[in-house]
């Protein structure tokens, strides 16, 4: 390959890398939520799962300073969420979400949007928190 030609095969490669990039963040930072601790309960405003004028996002990840472990909030219908601890249930590593599953990057246990095990090592369903729902605020049961 010529050097010219190098040059600007590099340089196409790494523009596509930033934006890229760039695009990702956005979207994995427009889910990170920071919840609020108030007596034995993470709060966190039902506006944070909108996404656009009328759409929804599927699900948030909460996080507070105090919790060792973000909790992954699924969003089923505006009456019907699912609160998981990103505890992996095998070994204690914090799994990762993908969509409708969340991932455990230790062994590869694999668990569904209601905390259910659906892969091993792991053989425990997630812990999960109860969910009400008031003045447009989600309260998440960390008792
Ligand atoms: S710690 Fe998650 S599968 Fe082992």
Do not use: W
Not at 64 to 85: G, H, W
Not at 110 to 119: A, D, H, L, M, P
Request: glycine share 8%; net charge positive.
């Amino acid at each position: 390959m010529e050097r010219k030609a190098f040059i600007k095969t590099c340089g196409m490669a790494c523009l596509s890398g930033a934006v890229l990039t760039a695009l990702m963040e956005g979207c994995t930072s427009s889910k990170q939520v920071n919840g609020t601790i108030s007596d034995s309960d993470m709060v966190v405003p039902v506006s944070a799962f909108q996404n656009g004028k009328d759409g929804h996002k599927k699900y948030v990840v909460v996080s507070n300073d105090k919790m060792k472990y973000p909790i992954c909030v699924y969003r089923f219908s505006d009456t019907e969420y699912s609160a998981l601890l990103m505890r992996c249930t095998h070994q204690g590593a914090e799994l990762q979400v993908f969509g409708d599953r969340l991932e455990c990057p230790a062994h590869g246990s694999e668990f569904t949007s209601k905390g259910i095990v659906q892969n091993g090592p792991a053989d425990t369903n997630l812990r999960t928190f109860p969910v009400a729902i008031q003045n447009n605020q989600l309260y998440i049961s960390l008792k």
